[in-house]
């Protein structure tokens, strides 16, 4: 069974700083694109940032310049570090990867909640 645990959440104060981890249960490998997204309470959930197999990345606009994603394939780990934190970016904050096999649905972490509240 393919698992993402994704960690690092909490309580963070705005204009603050988290690294959020997902670790995988298999090689990072195995996954073509890998995604961060996050679901705020009574919104729909929205992507935040992709990278790539090859290491290209992409970011929604509200979190460009102040996000970044990468990945550690020695690791087998997924990151996003989160500069410059805002209230706004309160939400519970999920990985995804799409696998390189065929007919293999999309992995999913549990999720980590992330709260910037003073």
């Known amino acids: 069974q393919v698992q993402l645990v994704e960690s690092g959440g909490g309580l963070v104060q705005p204009g603050g700083s988290l690294r959020l981890s997902c670790a995988a249960s298999r090689s990072l490998i195995d996954y073509i694109v890998m995604y961060w997204y996050r679901q705020a309470p009574g919104k729909e959930r929205e992507l935040v940032a992709t990278i790539t197999a090859g290491g290209d990345t992409s970011y929604e606009d509200v979190v460009k310049g102040r996000f970044k994603i990468s990945r550690d394939s020695a690791k087998n780990t997924l990151y996003l570090q989160m500069n410059s934190l805002k209230p706004e970016d309160t939400a519970v904050y999920y990985c995804?990867?799409?696998?390189?096999?065929?007919?293999?649905?999309?992995?999913w972490g549990q999720g980590t909640q992330v709260t910037v509240s003073s």
């Open positions: 995804s990867g799409e696998h390189r096999a065929p007919g293999l649905p999309p992995s």
